[in-house]
């Protein structure tokens, strides 16, 4: 079936330290976006990348989307405590870019140590 | 600023009982979804809605599954007979433009325990 992996699973940064996540799906996606989910809380929306090689920046968070449309990565520089929590990238299939069925990576929980 | 709202926070049921989750989606949205996340692992799609009906569902989303909008404000998740692996958290999502699926807004989510 369609599957989206992310890796790492954890990662434990000193503050300061730079962060990146990465996202293959095994099928093209429409689009991807990533949330962030605090420890207890629900998926917040970051950012959405439609295009082929696309990059977007927030502030200290950098996005990127592959060429095949197929994998992702977020990266962030920089880390303060106020970035802990698990960071998802989730993408409706193309079959599914009008019903908005979004499939989740397993997510990348970042811990930072300050 | 608006946001998704589900009630109740945590529902504690015995296996076999029925139980409605309820979610009151942002007014202005048009599409709505189901999300579960079993403790500790990824969110997974249950079902979307639109105009009225479900747009599409996944496997988990079997007959013992329902999803209503009996009026202009509420959108409800029915499990009929639940079972011991229901225990989740079930997250609430709607999104606003038509056409397209962009950004999600995610409910608090209301935590089912089966027991």
């Known amino acids: 079936g369609q599957q989206v992996m992310q890796i790492p699973q954890y990662q434990h940064v000193q503050e300061g330290e730079d962060f990146t996540t990465y996202c293959n799906s095994s099928?093209?996606?429409?689009?991807i976006q990533w949330y962030k989910q605090r420890p207890g809380g629900h998926p917040v929306f970051l950012i959405q990348?439609?295009?082929?090689?696309e990059v977007k920046k927030q502030k200290r968070l950098t996005f990127q989307f592959g060429e095949a449309k197929k994998n992702s990565s977020l990266h962030i520089t920089a880390t303060q405590t106020t970035d802990v929590g698990t960071y998802f990238c989730a993408g409706p299939l193309v079959s599914s870019s009008n019903t908005g069925k979004l499939i989740f990576g397993q997510g990348t929980t970042l811990q930072v140590k300050p | 600023e608006p946001e998704v709202t589900q009630t109740p926070s945590h529902q504690v049921t015995q296996m076999g009982q029925e139980v409605i989750l309820r979610c009151v989606p942002i007014s202005n949205h048009l599409y709505f979804y189901w999300y579960r996340q079993i403790l500790g692992q990824k969110v997974e799609f249950l079902v979307s809605?639109?105009?009225?009906?479900?747009?599409?569902k996944s496997e988990i989303f079997d007959d013992q599954f329902s999803v209503e909008r009996p009026d202009g404000s509420n959108f409800t998740l029915k499990i009929r007979s639940t079972k011991l692996e229901d225990s989740a958290m079930y997250f609430c999502?709607?999104?606003?433009?038509?056409?397209?699926?962009?950004?999600?807004?995610f409910g608090p989510g209301t935590r089912l325990t089966v027991l």
């Open positions: 809605f639109y105009n009225n009906e479900i747009s599409e």
């Open positions: 099928t093209t996606l429409s689009n």
């Open positions: 990348l439609v295009k082929s090689g």
């Open positions: 999502a709607s999104s606003g433009i038509l056409g397209t699926h962009n950004e999600q807004f």
